[in-house]
């Protein structure tokens, strides 16, 4: 069924009678061409992908819970394409051009909205970093402009410019990225993914995987054993345990990331805006809540839920850029698993067992990425070769001493 404003009109006239359920809920079939683990924007985008543009049949994705459950609905809806690295850069500079086209290439509305980011300095030492980055950017074709003082006062008045600890200098601004609505994302690509006969099998947790003399020959899972010849992992903060079932450790810890909205309020920042001098980003909705967030809660856990002491240290973030921020109400908060990797940046690859991929290591960045990456995941498991964008997001590179370290922390999953 397409969707379209002829259709809501019709809809309108005939009772809504005509709508149907945006995908099926089929049964498992014993054997497929390829199995996807994980139901999160990742696994769907590489089922579409692998589906719409390679030609891909027989394929299901296996979701332990629902469809939008994990962390495909539960991040801060931010996209961007401001890296600075080789490895990176090209990757979601392609993904950025890809949401440019998401809704119509998918026929649904996720709100794609390139309202821009700007990223705050506080320092001339800050300043020369972006403007470095800003170049990288334009280098790869991508849009960037640099602020001072005046320009991002005139953007967004309310921030703290007069008596800040870090004074605002300027930013870093990319007009072209924005916010797209997270759990619309996951389920415009499980509509598309199944009108081109993509099962999606909800409520199916993969239990183990079936793996003889080297080669994957299917999975375990509740709803009992499915053969396959192919099978991607993409399952984000879980990778480490599903990995740890084909008996490979990864270079990969789990964390939680934690998001934040306020109550409704009238129109207060227009765009996305981070701090720079602390962890601290912000944004608001359609509906008028601050959606905001920042640094991961620091220790190792798979729990989808945060403590208090980084709830502290996201509004203190959060008093000093903006202190309006301090009259308005916390109406919720959660949590996501993150897969932090040891170089902050992503894996998209073979693994020694033949048949059997990998995708993950997307840290907290890995929702503006999932167009590229469903795209580059898609490519892989039809040719074996990795996509052009993304030739660098080998497992082999922290053997080979080639990590793609953005932020220049260090092998040290909690600093990325
Ligand atoms: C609070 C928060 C804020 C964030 N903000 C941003 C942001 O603003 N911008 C950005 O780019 N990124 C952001 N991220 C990161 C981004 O959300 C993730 O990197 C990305 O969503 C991960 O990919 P995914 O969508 O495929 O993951 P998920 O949606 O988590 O999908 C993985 C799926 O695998 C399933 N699964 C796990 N184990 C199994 C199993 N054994 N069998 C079957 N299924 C299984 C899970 O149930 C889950 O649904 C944020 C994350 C969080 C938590």
């Not at 497929?32 to 579409?48: K, N, P, R, S, V």
């Not at 690509?189 to 994957?216: F, H, M, P």
């Not at 053969?227 to 990778?239: E, H, L, M, N, P």
Request: hydrophobic fraction near 40%; include cysteine; charged fraction near 20%.
């Amino acid at each position: 069924m397409r969707y379209s404003a002829l259709r809501v009109f019709a809809e309108a006239l005939r009772g809504q009678r005509g709508w149907r359920p945006a995908w099926r809920d089929p049964d498992p079939q014993p054997e497929y061409d390829t199995l996807i683990i994980g139901g999160g924007g990742h696994g769907l985008a590489t089922a579409h992908y692998l589906a719409s543009r390679y030609g891909g049949k027989r394929i299901a994705v296996l979701e332990k819970g629902w469809i939008g459950g994990g962390n495909v609905g539960r991040n801060t809806t931010i996209v961007r394409s401001n890296y600075l690295l080789d490895g990176n850069e090209p990757f979601y500079e392609y993904s950025l051009k890809l949401w440019e086209g998401l809704e119509q290439d998918l026929n649904y509305n996720a709100m794609v909205s390139q309202r821009g980011i700007l990223n705050l300095y506080h320092s001339d030492a800050q300043r020369d970093a972006y403007i470095r980055r800003g170049n990288a950017m334009k280098l790869h074709g991508a849009d960037a402009e640099l602020l001072d003082a005046g320009a991002v006062r005139a953007m967004y008045p309310r921030l703290n410019f007069d008596n800040a600890r870090f004074p605002v200098q300027g930013g870093l601004l990319q007009r072209r990225a924005g916010t797209v609505r997270h759990d619309a994302v996951a389920w415009g690509y499980a509509r598309a993914a199944d009108s081109r006969g993509v099962d999606i099998l909800q409520n199916t947790e993969v239990t183990g995987l079936q793996i003889e003399q080297g080669r994957i020959k299917g999975v375990e899972t509740t709803r009992g054993p499915i053969r396959a010849a192919r099978v991607g992992v993409a399952v984000a903060g879980s990778t480490s345990r599903v990995m740890s079932m084909a008996g490979m450790r990864l270079p990969i810890e789990s964390h939680v990331l934690q998001a934040f909205v306020s109550e409704g309020l009238k129109p207060l920042i227009d765009g996305v805006v981070t701090f720079g001098a602390g962890h601290f980003y912000v944004s608001q909705s359609d509906k008028g809540g601050l959606v905001f967030g920042g640094d991961i809660d620091g220790y190792n856990s798979y729990a989808q839920r945060g403590n208090l002491p980084v709830v502290e240290d996201v509004v203190e973030g959060g008093m000093a850029i903006m202190p309006a921020i301090g009259r308005a109400r916390l109406l919720r908060m959660w949590g996501g698993i993150m897969d932090m990797s040891m170089d902050g940046s992503p894996i998209i690859d073979r693994t020694p067992v033949e048949g059997l991929y990998l995708n993950a290591g997307w840290c907290y960045g890995g929702f503006k990425a999932t167009p590229a990456s469903g795209m580059a995941f898609a490519h892989l498991l039809a040719t074996g070769e990795p996509h052009e964008t993304a030739t660098a997001y080998r497992l082999d590179r922290f053997r080979r001493g080639l990590p793609i370290d953005e932020k220049g922390a260090g092998a040290q999953p909690n600093l990325h």
